[in-house]
């Protein structure tokens, strides 16, 4: 098959050299500048050629990943009766988010934000038996979400394009299955886009249900903070996110317990210095309220506490830091002074840190004072052992061992295990082999595909502009010709002509800048779109049988033989 | 490149033998019960698998001729700015057609009918100098019409997937040759989807503009008649069309006017019974108001003067038939005995056919009395000549002179030339060579792309069901798989994944039906979903080292030796 070509003197495209007013984020500036869209209204854009071509290449590795994996593609509509949303309860739940729009007879339609109902009486009226099942349908097709800030150009859009499916299983298990498959393709999505990303378990939205997880692209400007694993797959929420645990280790021989005094001593730096030591070394030990007892955590002076771990760590029971009321009402607490082995509490809970086999600066029990050389086993021993630090860059991954990194995260899909909540609201019921009746089991599964543009741009870009990854490039080479204004023109033109239609006939999309522009506007526009491969043909170059090529990524150049160019390129 | 493979025990589609009750058109019962298309509110479907394959195909033909024809793919957003359709004036002219949602901040949208406004905006900002020209831009998106009476599937549907170009030039020559382009390429897509249509000359409806063509689908059930060559393409709507001139020929000796008693006989027919003569040899005078003046249309007895022609060959006259109180206010016209030499006539205009060599029997301008052996030339002479009779089937094509067809049409294309009202209003200006501003000059180019898939099952079924082109085809190679319930059904089983998987291997889509059924129900599902090759792979013919395959399209059936089957279905 021929590869694409395009005419910069031809293609629709004027790309700017200054920054779009309106773009605060580098991946819309670039799409702007590089021409990729344009702004019709807030949160809604026209996709210009360069733009639509990197779209469809997205949506292309998308469609091919879910076909793979045993989804079938079908097309829901955009327009759906607002009357299927009020049967799920969904209506009320997007409020203000959905667009709704009343049709000449007076009927309501909701703009689809996903495709939930729509989808699940589908699949309730073709299919009612386990033997039919399971079934997972994924369409790609425009979305709208009213956001009341649209903002990030593609990332909070109020159009967009997402690729969205809907699984449906006789039992849990089937689910899981189901579910584990869409994991292991938007693994490859992803990867084939060029992205660094991780998973990262989530609450679930709007969406409702239990087990989720968001695949994060890693970029300065997500929506979220998330913990990560470069060396492996690890990754969390920062609120999730665990290090590796210290391990019990033999604790050298320490002083005794030694009480000082630490008068008008405001925080813990200060406690620190005014001992000569090192706020980790020094213990907090935060007063907690978990089902009306006083709960001790404790975690290194340098460290926060995870409160969600906390609260995980007491389950079905209710769990808040203590509050300036509740210390009121305990005038036996010492307050900023709480030491591990205040006899107050009636529990107390250790992150494994405290495990670090040094004596501990802690609260001495008594205000304007602080225990000295507090010794695990010896002079403390918490009740309770948990990962309760908020971990913070550097820690040790809890899967390889290897040090943590703390980033923000485009979120470019989500998988989530919805269970029945559709399928008894919509009637989605299967008969299994006893002729029993059971609504089926659901899994939803949404890649912004729109929003993939984005986070490329925010991952691939340089100073010059977008740096493409050849699986998503609008074109994969691009040609500067250089004809100068001599005599050779003619050749020169020739040289990169034959070099544009060889390359096409290979298969390869390419981009040839055939215009009457300086060299200077055609590198800047070479490197600000972003074709992984440029290939200047110009006059001197060709006087000596070469063209030169650099790659976008790198800025590496090299010359190639004009003879043997095409294979070069090819190889 | 490896072909799509789907099996039936998995594909999401339940067919069914019953047509469904809302359907009254033989495309949208088919599409139905071949579970293509499932309705989800009037006029607004979802897309099976099956049906967003052929979707899917038909959409890449049109791709790819437009991107053969130098036009380039955009996205253009559903929800357009409504102040945009108020610029334009289109707003109220589109009236309850359109849909218009809202959003929080009560700014108005319309969801896209076409896309004149957006896309017109858009070149404006990017293009304004000549040396931008020409420039032609085309999505593939889904529209939306709130029709009064959604009907017939996807040919009067609500939500409707269209393809949509514009093209934009400095002058009225550049319009023509994108519009020479945009109309081959259409004639190649209609070409490659299957269908037999033919372009008519059209009146624009709510785009506005001059010079416009349809191209209408050659189907029983389409909206609007239409007179067409089978021989060549010329075609025509009915108000439009002529057939070929009769010449001026020698005229045989006849006898000499005679006039005749013709007292009560009501119509034609029955003066020419009395007069031992056929309908054909009399002539009509049929009475119209020209500017005020008697002008008489004058067609052989069997022929329907045609309205349109009149009022063309009186350009900028006021044109209209003679109504009872004309007659009543002309006492002196002996209506229903009008001859051709009436003296009261200001003109007389023939159709050509009144050259034919035979006298005539007329009206005598006296009532109860008709006039025979008219001569022209001799017993009276037309004052002008024009094709003023409605062709009627078996006419001689003007074209090509062989026999005209009356059929009526799926409009599946359209191409307009819009001039400037979509640039003038919205600012599209440019800049000419000698520093004039000017605003371009547009066309715009539909295609209905989901209405196709109608127009093609209109054309391509037959009593079993659909019988799709090759083209669109959802798979090319239907195996009917028919293990038998002996010991042979492994060995048999086996022969049919073999041949499931080289065809795909070798680049063929392949449906390959293994449910758990009888060979009735798989053979009858076949026919209904209409691949072009339907082979049967059966424990009887596995036995004697043979498959069955049958054309789809004519029955044809033949038997292939297992071991080089693979050769001969890619040959």
Known sequence: MSGSGMRMSQLFVRTLRDDPADAEVTSHKLM???????????????????????????????????????????????AQPLDLWKQSGRDEMYGDMMFRVQDRKDTWYALAPTAEEVVTTLVAGEYSSYKDLPVNLYQINWKYRDELRPRFGLLRAREFLMKDAYSFDADLAGLQASYDAMYAAYTKVFTRCGLTFRSVKAQSGEIGGDT???????????????????ACDYAANTEAATRQQHAEVAM???PARERVHTPDMPGIDVVAQHLGTTADL????????????????????????????????????????????????????????????????????ADSSIREPHGWVTGANEVDHHAQHMILGRD???????????VEPGDLCPSCGRPLRIDRGIEVGHVFQLGDKYSRALGAVYTDDAGAEHPMVMGCYGIGVSRILSA?????????????PAAVAPYQVHIVLLPGRGDTAVTVTAAAEELYAGLRS?????????????????????????????????????????????????????ELDLATALDALTA
Chains 1, 2 share one sequence.
């Open 252 to 254: 050298p021989e320490q």
């Open 456 to 468: 490329i741009v925010e991952e691939h870009h340089d100073d010059g502009g977008i740096v493409w």
């Open 32 to 78: 702007v500048r590089a021409g990729l869209i344009r702004r019709v209204a807030s949160g809604i854009y026209s996709w210009l050629p360069l733009g639509n071509r990197v779209l469809r290449n997205v949506g292309q590795i998308v469609r091919e990943e879910m076909d793979e994996a045993g989804a079938q593609e079908v097309s829901l509509p955009i």
């Open 282 to 349: 020094l213990m907090k030990a935060i007063a907690f309220d978990v089902d009306g007892e006083l709960v001790l955590a404790l975690v290194p002076g340098d460290r926060e506490v995870n409160e969600y771990a906390v609260i995980g760590a007491f389950p079905g029971q209710s769990v808040r830091l203590y509050t300036d009321a509740d210390f009121a009402k305990r005038p036996d607490i010492p307050k900023g002074y709480i030491g591990p082995d205040f006899a107050g509490a009636a529990t107390t809970i």
């Open 506 to 558: 290979r298969g390869v999309d390419v981009l040839l800048d055939d215009r009457d522009a300086s060299p200077g506007v055609k590198f800047a526009d070479a490197d600000l779109l972003g074709m992984p491969v440029q290939i200047t043909v110009g006059a001197k170059g060709v006087g000596r049988g070469v063209i030169e090529r650099k790659i976008r990524a790198t800025g590496e150049r090299d």
């Open 212 to 230: 989720s997880q968001e695949f994060m692209a890693v970029a300065a400007i997500g929506e979220d903070a998330f913990v990560w694993c470069e």
């Open 380 to 390: 403390f021993t918490p009740t309770m052992w948990a990962e309760i630090a908020l």
